[in-house]
């Protein structure tokens, strides 16, 4: 079974610092990655995604994820936090084949302060 | 533009009392998914669309229906509510045809059960 694990609850720093979400995974096959961010009492927003290509993937807001095969990994990150991005963070897989369902882990909650 | 509407955004329910939430898509999406998510945990899915075949998870208690009339249209029945079903409730639409297509979410509707 497919499943993402996001290890830090809560993830903080300071405004224009550089920030990391953490997210490994595990699948059976190839894996289909994405970033979805959610503010408080909204539905989900896609971010970006990674299928096949290029390890670093570029997304929406400024935002980015490198894949990295060998330590089954996915981490989104910016260069530079805004306040704008304090939300909660989920990373999720997509088991295609398998119900084509998407999986999302537990969510990292972001806080960036002045 | 095109998007995912779920009405209402909050609903009060009584104890017992069937209540019933609606999802309306503009995207002519294959599939449309119900997500129920509590208290900033990871969404975890009910049920699924794919055209008019239904897909109920294993785990989804038998008191979660769902009706979908058209391609447009799906709603979420739940025929006794009792207090653990508050919750958001996020409505998910995709297509068919390629692990690259990711979700689209309603803002969600979130249901108090007093």
Redesign the interface.
């Known amino acids: 079974a497919q499943s993402v694990a996001q290890p830090e609850d809560q993830v903080n720093v300071a405004e224009g610092n550089p920030l990391t979400v953490k997210c490994t995974y595990s699948v059976s096959g190839?894996p289909?990655l994405?970033w979805?961010v959610q503010y408080p009492?909204?539905?989900?927003?896609?971010l970006l995604?990674y299928?096949t290509g290029d390890n670093l993937v570029k997304g929406s807001y400024g935002f980015e994820a490198e894949f990295n095969k060998s330590q089954t990994s996915f981490h989104l990150k910016k260069p530079s936090a805004l306040v704008s991005d304090s939300a909660?963070y989920?990373c999720a897989v997509?088991d295609?084949g398998g119900?084509?369902?998407?999986?999302?882990?537990?969510?990292t909650?972001l806080k960036v302060e002045l | 533009d095109a998007m995912v509407i779920q009405n209402p955004r909050y609903q009060v329910t009584q104890f017992g009392k069937p209540v019933t939430l609606s999802c309306s898509q503009t995207l002519n999406h294959n599939v449309m998914y119900w997500y129920q998510q509590k208290s900033s945990q990871a969404p975890k899915l009910l049920f699924h669309y794919y055209d008019k075949d239904f897909n109920n998870e294993a785990d989804t208690p038998d008191n979660f229906q769902s009706r979908r009339p058209n391609t447009s249209f799906c709603f979420l029945d739940i025929r006794s509510p009792g207090l653990g079903d508050a919750a958001m409730y996020l409505c998910a639409t995709s297509r068919a045809g390629g692990p690259d297509y990711g979700y689209t979410f309603g803002s969600g509707t979130r249901l108090t059960v007093v």
């Open positions: 190839n289909y994405f979805y009492n909204r539905g989900l927003q896609f995604k299928i909660l989920f997509r295609w119900g084509n369902k998407l999986t999302f882990g537990t969510g909650q």
